[in-house]
């Protein structure tokens, strides 16, 4: 059995430009006041696909107080990324990935990572493998309450 | 049915479209099912690494691969995982065929084995997740055991190539 790993650190979020499936333009170092959630699937990685209606859960839940989620998908067939978005009628912006977005977090190199951004714009945690959900609400709701 | 059959024999031009129209209905689920639905694969459910235990004999550790290649007798090594973390941090020489769990992937790897002796070392990796969910080793093995393969092993990378191989200290190379 893998064993999940979350790690904290205080790095500012990159400073990139996204561009999600419905054209609009993101940027993770630009929600500062947010917290946010940026996690890197793919539509063909069975564990990330498992954790697709909890991140949608979370994004319903939290919205109201300043918590927004976006997946970046890897290697994944653009159309087939569509498909599996609106089937499954995902609630938060999905975007394409590449090797500079996976490097401007500090690389990607397993699936699925989850990275949790506070209001300050730094990255308070991030988890490589399945995610701890229990351990991811309450350090999102923890930033949410502390304004970091 | 007999009725219905011989209905449609005496009114012969009903005959081709009811029996066209049987046929697709009997095929397409068939076909949906093998090609991993209208996601064009995304949404398949592959046969997983986790169908070789951990501890196996088929497998090779880390640590082992490590040495492995620092000796006279290197292994041929496979990337059978994403480009995009090919790209960022891959084994020093392992040569980029793509996931295995996509047609074009098992094909390119036939494509290069075919050309290697049965008898040679072979190591194939993946990590792009945790073993068990890894859609790519599966494929790749049995196809490359149906080749013939005598001294095959997979790199056992129970949660990630970053996590195993990169984050332990093991050489790693960058770029295509």
Known sequence: MSSPKASGSTLPAPAITLTDLTGNTLNPSGYKGQVVLINFWAAWCTPCRAEIPQFMTLQDQYRSRGFQAVGISLDDPEGALRDFCRESKVNYPIVMGNQKIAEAFGGVLGLPTTFLIGRDGLIHAKYEGATDFPKLEQEITALLQSGH | MMKLFKHLLRRRGLLVPVLMAATTLLITPVAVAQSGGKNGGAAKTPALASELPPGGPELIRPAELAKALQSSAKPTVLNLGPRVIYVQA???????????????????LRARAASLPRDSFLVIYCGCCPWEHCPNIQPAYKELKQMGFTRLKVLYIANSFGSDWVEKGYPTAKGE
């Open chain 2, 90 to 108: 891959h084994i020093p020489g392992a040569e980029y065929i793509g996931p295995t769990a996509k047609p074009e992937g098992l094909e390119r």
